[in-house]
């Protein structure tokens, strides 16, 4: 059975709408659910699994120890860019955290999506956040124990695209000191 969205005729009549439309709804959808913003249309947000947390945390405080002054980590927090709202597991921007105290940042020097049910939601995602200029995008395959790594955006695609698995310790290119062991973080 086709789902009803991947008819073109349906999809037309999406009623699509702004960032700024979105910001003038509730934090809350009418079923009291947390919702994102992505390509101009509303999703409500996914459960996250026990495995998806532990790795969430884990990355975050890794991320949080090594960050170098001028840089601002965020956890589950939104990135307002042309289309959408999405609230990537980890970002870390330019900047101070007082920084983004009145506007969303409107790209990242890396984004962090965590993986366990969602690798190919999180790899289309990969086109929204090379056009936002996100210098580096992580997609965390948490079953697997391993992460792409995409790199160098240039007209809305990354150019470079690598996994790094089993015992490996991955550097960050786009914020200096960030290394993360791949053993640490699947431990």
Not at 99 to 107: C, E, G, R, S, V
Not at 144 to 158: F, I, M, N, Q, S
Request: glycine share 4%; proline share 5%.
């Amino acid at each position: 059975m086709t789902a009803i969205l991947d008819l073109p005729e349906l999809r037309r009549r999406v009623s699509r709408l702004s960032v700024e439309e979105y910001h003038r709804l509730d934090e809350f959808n009418e079923n009291g659910k947390r919702t994102e913003f992505i390509r101009g249309i509303v999703f409500e947000k996914m459960s996250k699994s026990p495995l998806h947390a532990t790795i969430a945390t884990r990355l975050f405080k890794l991320v949080l120890r090594a960050l170098p002054a001028g840089f601002a980590a965020r956890l589950e927090q939104p990135l307002t860019l042309a289309d959408s709202e999405p609230e990537p597991d980890i970002s870390v921007a330019r900047g101070q955290d007082s920084d983004f105290k009145h506007a969303h940042p409107a790209t990242a020097a890396l984004v962090v999506e965590i993986a366990v049910s969602s690798a190919d939601l999180d790899r289309e995602l990969a086109s929204l956040y090379a056009e936002a200029g996100v210098e580096e995008y992580w997609i965390v395959l948490g079953q697997e124990h391993a992460v792409e790594v995409y790199r160098l955006p240039v007209d809305g695609a990354y150019q470079e695209k690598t996994t790094v698995t089993a015992d490996a310790t991955l550097t960050c290119a786009s914020v200096p000191g960030v290394a993360v062991s791949l053993d640490e973080l699947f431990a």
